[in-house]
């Protein structure tokens, strides 16, 4: 017996074979068994989905030799030829290949005829989106009041290129994606079927490569089972296919997470080497660090992630957060782009290989915003404080010495003179004010105005704490100890000149 690829093979022949489209079965099925049948349909979704299995099912529908009916025997004359496409009374066209106006006067003369054997004459014209212009308005008055025997099925994936003129003559059905589960679920009723053992792995992977579309799913299943030896397994497709596993992504994402550029690098050149195709390999990271970004924010679903939860790498989970991912991922799908017109494709992957592994250290610049607007509210609300912005030091470190700053030193000096001028004039003499963790130096080169400042230690130091809204402990140090009481008289005449606002009159 000939060999049959799979995807004929599993052709649905009835509604109830349809998988993936209850909302077309449901509403054909209701029609037929109400004997409602409409002059035209237009069946419109993506490739691979069922279109044109649904339009012979439904062909057979209305010229099974029992009559007509929802579920058709499959085993009559009439149903046999419609399978096998080669009914009289039922003609496929393609549309991408008959396009011209001659093409669709002659279904308009082949109308007038009636069917040779069967209770209706059905046009099948698969993707009628390729018709020209002129062959749809030759179309209109056809489709619109057909003689009652003829049916017209158009099928299309680009229903957005048929005309409003048509589509409004025809019952109009959306044909969705089959689910990754369905898809799944349906090979390995297959590889059963075959006696092929598959591993939910190697399923799962071509589930997700079929992108929705069931045909393309069994013929990608029909190329790895002839490599397969009737054993289906990740590892093999990995190795005859050239896509990268999982454990090696996650070995290289590690790597990443641990900012260890050269190593990264040294894996990526490994994988390389083994025959992946930079497109494959940076189609494989990308699909990660999707799977990555999705356990982040909780989806944990093994139709989406692509594996099971547990096999993707906690410690990467845990080295970036969403931000951080989003970058990566914004990072692979610019090189994506750019690879096309790259004059060294290599370089460009190393390029941003080495921008992905600094990435654990990436601050958004909306994280940095908001921490300006946190600090900027905590001042307003008087509630900052320098241990908010200042780097805490270590158990082992000495505390870091900084000086208060001249703006500081002015308010708290005007916030003294409303109540204590005399006290402010002697702290604005202190030529430094150094802090040290919680530990204030004020430092004065002049005794006299040290002392002043000792003697109201404790109000300096209030101010001091309501201002920096920190707790201090104020000590007093002079410059130079060694000095005379002319020195000291001096100081004593320069406060009271500051205080009174005065000057010194000499008399003779």
Not at 177 to 206: F, P, R, T
Not at 288 to 298: A, C, D, N, T
Request: include cysteine; charge should be negative.
């Amino acid at each position: 017996m000939a060999y049959e690829v799979t995807a004929t093979k599993k052709r649905p022949g009835t509604f109830d074979e349809l998988e993936g489209q209850d909302f077309v079965v449901s509403t054909l099925k209701s029609s037929l068994e109400s004997g409602k049948i409409a002059h035209a349909y237009l069946f419109s979704g993506p490739r691979g989905v069922g279109k044109t299995s649904a339009a012979r099912i439904l062909a057979k529908s209305l010229n099974c030799e029992k009559g007509v009916t929802d579920t058709p025997c499959g085993v009559c004359s009439n149903c046999l030829e419609i399978s096998r496409g080669s009914s009289l009374d039922v003609i496929e066209i393609d549309g991408a290949s008959n396009t011209s106006v001659n093409d669709i006067r002659t279904i308009k003369e082949e109308v007038l005829f009636a069917p040779n054997s069967s209770r209706y004459k059905v046009y099948i014209i698969d993707e009628v989106h390729m018709l020209s212009n002129s062959a749809f308005n030759a179309l209109l008055k056809t489709i619109e009041e057909p003689p009652p025997y003829i049916v017209f099925i158009f099928a299309t994936t680009e229903l957005h290129k048929v005309p409003a003129t048509i589509r409004s003559r025809c019952q109009q059905f959306n044909f969705r994606l089959l689910s990754i589960d369905k898809i799944k679920e349906l090979l390995a009723n297959a590889a059963a079927e075959m006696n092929i053992q598959a591993g939910n792995d190697a399923l799962l992977w071509i589930a997700r490569e079929a992108t929705g579309s069931m045909r393309d799913a069994y013929t990608l299943f029909d190329q790895v089972v002839s490599f397969s030896n009737g054993s289906i397994t990740l590892d093999i497709i990995r190795e005859k296919l050239g896509i990268v596993g999982l454990d090696t992504i996650d070995s290289l994402a590690e790597s990443i997470a641990d900012k260890e550029s050269t190593k990264v690098l040294e894996q990526t050149s490994d994988i390389l080497q083994n025959g992946v195709s930079i497109n494959q390999f940076l189609l494989d990271l990308t699909v990660y660090f999707r799977s990555i970004l999705f356990i982040k924010q909780g989806i944990s679903k093994e139709a989406i992630l692509g594996f099971e939860r547990k096999r993707y790498s906690e410690k990467v989970i845990e080295s970036f957060s969403v931000i951080q991912v989003e970058k990566i991922l914004e990072i692979l799908l610019e090189l994506h782009r750019n690879l096309k017109y790259s004059i060294n494709r290599n370089f460009e992957l190393e390029l941003a290989l080495s921008k992905i592994s600094a990435m654990a250290d990436y601050i958004a610049p909306q994280e940095i915003l908001n921490e300006i607007k946190k600090i900027k509210q905590e001042l307003i609300n008087g509630t900052f404080s320098k241990q908010s912005v200042a780097e805490v030091p270590g158990p082992e470190k000495d505390e870091e010495e900084y000086s208060i700053s001249l703006n500081q030193k002015v308010d708290i000096i005007n916030k003294i003179k409303k109540y204590k001028l005399s006290l402010a004039s002697a702290l604005e003499k202190a030529v430094s004010w150094k802090l040290k963790g919680s530990l204030l130096e004020l430092v004065f080169d002049s005794t006299y105005s040290a002392n002043f400042v000792k003697t109201d230690i404790l109000a300096v130091k209030e101010t001091i704490q309501e201002m920096l809204q920190i707790q201090v402990d104020i000590i007093i140090t002079v410059l130079d100890d060694n000095h005379d009481d002319s020195g000291s008289a001096d100081d004593s005449v320069e406060m009271v000149k500051r205080v009174f606002r005065g000057e010194v009159i000499k008399g003779d």
